[in-house]
């Protein structure tokens, strides 16, 4: 267990600690970023409705392993279609639910006050229909023993995310940047 979890453990650890430098360079370059981190925190906790989806690939672990082990190309190649055919289902009718109602939800439960987390709520959910691609491969390099494979994405991810925030918060001093920064390294982990 710790020889193979070991190698996506670095990967895993850095996702909270560059949340840490988020909230860091939030509080020192947003103006009222209390507010802002609040409506982050509101918009964003909506949008992982979407990434419900990721327990679908869950089940898709078993066979994706015996697939890779014994060789079994067929099956390999029916449960990774399927299981992709599946997430992107379900993530996409999630996402697009979101696109048509969150905006009314947000502003609906929690006030006009909240409209810039309904704002938010917008770019988050693009971020969220990156994600199927990107738990599709965690579980395709976990499958195939390449645990490695995963752990380095995370680390090209989490590392581009902050060099990110690092560049443009300073410049720009919006929460947008935070959000932009998600979505473009989560594409570029889905394109590695």
Same mark, same amino acid.
């Given at each position: 267990?710790?020889?193979?979890?070991?190698?996506?453990a670095l990967g895993e650890?850095?996702?909270?600690?560059?949340?840490?430098?988020?909230?860091?360079?939030?509080?020192?370059?947003?103006?009222?970023?209390?507010?802002?981190?609040?409506?982050?925190?509101? &918009?964003?906790?909506?949008? *992982?409705?979407?990434?419900?989806?990721? +327990? /679908?690939?869950?089940? %898709?672990?078993? !066979?994706?392993? @015996?697939?890779?082990?014994?060789?079994?190309?067929?099956?390999?190649?029916?449960?990774?279609?399927?299981?992709?055919?599946?997430?992107?289902?379900?993530?996409?009718?999630?996402?697009?639910?979101?696109?048509?109602?969150?905006?009314?939800?947000?502003?609906?439960?929690?006030?006009?006050?909240?409209?810039? &987390?309904?704002?938010?709520? *917008?770019?988050?959910?693009?971020?969220? +229909? /990156?994600?199927?691609? %990107?738990?599709? !491969?965690?579980? @395709?390099?976990?499958?195939?023993?390449?645990?490695?494979?995963?752990?380095?994405?995370?680390?090209?991810?989490?590392?581009?995310?902050?060099?990110?925030?690092?560049?443009?918060?300073?410049?720009?001093?919006?929460?947008?940047?935070?959000?932009?920064?998600?979505?473009?390294?989560?594409?570029?982990?889905?394109?590695?």
């Amino acid at each position: 267990s710790l020889k193979f979890g070991a190698k996506m453990a670095l990967g895993e650890f850095l996702v909270p600690a560059v949340w840490l430098l988020q909230v860091v360079l939030v509080s020192f370059y947003i103006p009222s970023y209390a507010a802002e981190q609040g409506y982050f925190e509101l &918009a964003w906790t909506i949008g *992982t409705i979407a990434a419900a989806s990721a +327990l /679908l690939y869950e089940g %898709s672990f078993a !066979a994706l392993t @015996e697939a890779h082990t014994y060789k079994k190309k067929k099956l390999l190649n029916y449960v990774s279609g399927a299981s992709m055919r599946f997430g992107m289902f379900w993530s996409f009718f999630i996402c697009a639910a979101l696109w048509a109602i969150g905006t009314y939800f947000i502003i609906g439960t929690a006030g006009r006050g909240w409209s810039r &987390a309904a704002d938010m709520l *917008t770019l988050l959910v693009f971020f969220h +229909l /990156l994600g199927p691609f %990107s738990w599709q !491969a965690d579980k @395709e390099f976990a499958s195939a023993n390449r645990p490695e494979l995963a752990g380095l994405a995370w680390v090209v991810e989490q590392v581009s995310r902050a060099v990110l925030m690092l560049i443009f918060l300073p410049m720009f001093r919006v929460m947008e940047v935070v959000i932009f920064s998600y979505i473009i390294s989560l594409a570029i982990k889905d394109i590695l």
